[in-house]
């Protein structure tokens, strides 16, 4: 099975104790990217609450955040999925 898409929590999976992106993670999405698999970091925090390293990496496009709720696409700023309720 060839995967295409990868969602991945933050706290204690993705970011380590100093709120840092490991460079054994950085090497993985890169490697993740090159292949073909799309890396999305997801957690409950707004955008704005999470790490800079995860909000800047450009090897990350997309960032799921607010549980969820919203998925963002950092090329073009468009919110692909809104899923608040009213």
């Known amino acids: 099975m060839k995967y295409k898409l990868l969602f991945c929590d933050l706290d204690g999976t993705l970011l380590n104790s100093r709120i840092e992106v490991s460079d054994e993670n950085r090497i993985a999405i890169?490697?993740?990217?090159?292949?073909?698999?799309?890396?999305?970091?997801?957690?409950?925090?707004?955008l704005y609450e999470m790490p800079e390293c995860v909000r800047e990496n450009t090897d990350i496009r997309y960032i799921s955040y607010s549980d969820g709720a919203v998925v963002l696409d950092r090329l073009t700023g468009e919110r692909l999925c809104a899923c608040m309720d009213r």
């Not at 890169?30 to 707004?46: A, C, D, L, Q, W």
């Open 30 to 46: 890169r490697k993740m990217s090159g292949m073909g698999v799309t890396f999305v970091p997801s957690s409950g925090r707004t």
